[in-house]
């Protein structure tokens, strides 16, 4: 007969065996559970931060393209205002010539239908030049010198003021679209400014009046 006690001592001995490697496989497969999660958590964040690169890179060159195509519609733009004032620059003497035709009428034919039919002429010409965005610059006698829209080719030495006006305009200037494409040339004086007592005395005449 077997002694109780050994098959006691065994089976917990068996039983203590069994328990602690069912534990240590419990543990095996925790601590692999939470590799996998680690790994997935690392490959989760790595694709994270290649969808944040691939995102700014789009971005990028999303930018690029919108500034590429702004400067090749200013660069269009450009040539085309270019390419138009080349053209005006070209007609600018046909338009003096025409101009100087009209202001230069022998007094005796300013009735004349041919002479009215020019004058008719240059102010159709004006319309259409204003139209494209032609517009003469302002150099009619006693107007603020401008050097940025003025060449001024005769100075006035003897004159005398605290002010620099045209005192003629001796080649029309043009603007094309607010931009100078050619200067006036202008023959330009001095000129004493209006003190504020003499607007006041001015004033205080017309008054009286």
């Not at 490697?21 to 790994?39: C, D, F, P, S």
């Not at 989760?44 to 700014?56: R, S, V």
């Not at 007609?91 to 002479?115: C, F, G, Q, S, Y």
Request: hydrophobic share 35%.
């Amino acid at each position: 007969m077997v002694d109780s006690d050994y098959f006691d001592y065994y089976f917990y001995s068996y039983d203590r065996a069994l328990s602690l490697h069912i534990w240590r496989q419990a543990v095996l497969a925790v601590q692999k559970e939470e590799k996998m999660t680690k790994n997935k958590a690392k490959k989760t964040e790595d694709l994270e931060q290649q969808l944040g690169e691939l995102t700014l890179d789009l971005q990028r060159t999303r930018a690029d393209f919108e500034n590429y195509r702004k400067r090749v519609e200013a660069e269009k733009q450009s040539a085309h205002q270019m390419g138009q004032a080349k053209s005006v620059m070209k007609l600018l003497p046909v338009i003096d010539t025409i101009e100087r035709a009209i202001a230069n009428v022998p007094e005796e034919l300013k009735d004349n239908p041919w002479a009215k039919g020019v004058a008719g002429l240059g102010k159709q010409l004006d319309k259409q030049l204003k139209e494209i965005g032609l517009e003469k610059i302002d150099a009619k006698p006693g107007t603020l010198f401008n050097p940025e829209l003025h060449q001024a080719v005769q100075f006035d030495e003897e004159a005398e003021g605290d002010k620099e006006v045209i005192a003629e305009e001796l080649r029309a200037g043009y603007t094309l679209d607010s931009v100078v494409i050619r200067d006036a040339m202008v023959k330009v004086t001095r000129q004493l400014s209006e003190s504020p007592q003499a607007d006041v005395k001015a004033n205080a005449d017309i008054s009286e009046k």
